[in-house]
C-alpha cells in the first residue's frame, strides 16, 4: 500500500512539472517589468524609420517605402531584412502586452537596410561619400599604461579607441584627406603632446576618439564634445559628426560642452567623441564588433568630411 500511495505521488508531481514545464522553456517569457537593454516592436520600428504593418503571432512585419522587416518571435525565430535573414531573434518579453526585443537589434537591422529618402534614423540625414582635402589628426584616447576605462566584458578603452581610431583614418584617407595619428601602437603620450602634435602640423582638425563609462550599466549612446569657448568651426563639425553618427542606430546623447585639455590647447578646430559606453552590456558587445567599429568608424569619417 505504501508504494502504491508513493506512485500516485510521483505521478501526480510528474504531471504537475509536464504542465507547468513547458512555460519556464518557453521561448516568449511573460514579466511584469521592463527587462533591461531592452525595447518594446514599436520603438524598435521606430529608431530604424519604419512603421508596424503587422504586429502579433506568428511574426511582426516592419516596413517603408524601401524596406520590409519581418520579426518571427517563435522558438528559434529570426530576423529578415528584404527577404534575407540575417541573425536570430533572440528571446523576447511579454509585458503588459507589449512585446520588447533585445536593443541590439536596432544596430543589427540598421546594417542591412536599404538607404533612400523615406529612412532616416534618428531624424538624421546619411552623408554622401564625398571627397576632401585637408590634414585631420586622429587621436584615440588613452594608450600604455593607461587604459582608460575597462568594458562589461573586460577589454579596455585604450583597445578600442584605438581600433575605431585606424578605422576613421583608413575612410579619410581613401577620401582624399591627409591624416596623422597621434599613437598606431599601444602607448602612452600625454595629453599636452597630443595635442602639440595638430599644432606642429597645422592640422584643419583634430578628433579624439574615446568610449564612455558609467556607474549606471543602463547608461547608453554616444556624445560630442567641444570646448566651452569652442569656434564656430569646431562647433559644426560637431555637429555634422552627431548626426553623421545616428548612422550607427546607436542613440545619441547630444553635443555636450567641456574643456578636456585636448580640446582647448589645439590651436586648431577640435571635437572628442565618445563612441559608446563600454559598462552597458549591449554596447560594450557592440564595441568589440570589428565590424560595428567600422560602421563607427564610417559614421565619423562622413561627419568629418561634410564639415572639411
Known sequence: MRIQKCLIVIIALVGAFTLTGCGGSSY?????????????????????????????????ELKNANNRVLLFTHQ????????????????TTQV????????????????????????????YKTFSPKT????????????????????????????????????????????????IMTRNSDIFIELNERADIANRAGADLFVSIHADAHQSSSQNGYTIYVARSASWTSKKVGIAVEQAMG????????????????????ACPAVLVECGYLTNPSEASLLDDSQFQDRIARSIADGIIAAL
Not at 106 to 122: D, F, H, M, W
Not at 140 to 156: C, E, F, I, R, V
Not at 248 to 264: P, Y
Request: hydrophobic content about 30%; overall charge positive; some cysteine.
Open 132 to 179: 576632401a582635402s585637408g590634414t585631420v589628426v586622429i587621436d584615440p584616447g588613452h594608450g600604455g599604461k593607461d587604459p582608460g576605462a575597462t568594458s562589461y566584458h573586460g577589454y579596455y578603452e585604450k583597445t578600442v579607441n584605438l581600433s575605431i581610431a585606424r578605422k576613421v583614418a583608413s575612410h579619410l584617407e581613401n577620401r582624399g584627406v591627409r591624416v
Open 28 to 60: 516568449q517569457s511573460h514579466i511584469t517589468t521592463k527587462p533591461s537593454y531592452s525595447v518594446s516592436v514599436s520603438q524598435l520600428a521606430a529608431r530604424l524609420g519604419l512603421t508596424i504593418q503587422k504586429a502579433g503571432s506568428p511574426y511582426y
Open 247 to 266: 548612422q550607427t542606430g546607436l542613440a545619441s546623447k547630444g553635443i555636450r560642452n567641456s574643456d578636456f585639455r585636448v580640446l582647448v590647447r589645439t
Open 96 to 123: 503588459g502586452g507589449v512585446t520588447y526585443v533585445s536593443e541590439l537589434l536596432v544596430p543589427k537591422i540598421c546594417g542591412y537596410l536599404i538607404s533612400g529618402s523615406a529612412i532616416t534614423l534618428n531624424s
Open 76 to 91: 528559434g525565430g529570426r530576423v529578415y531584412v528584404n527577404g534575407t535573414a540575417i541573425c536570430p531573434m533572440g528571446t
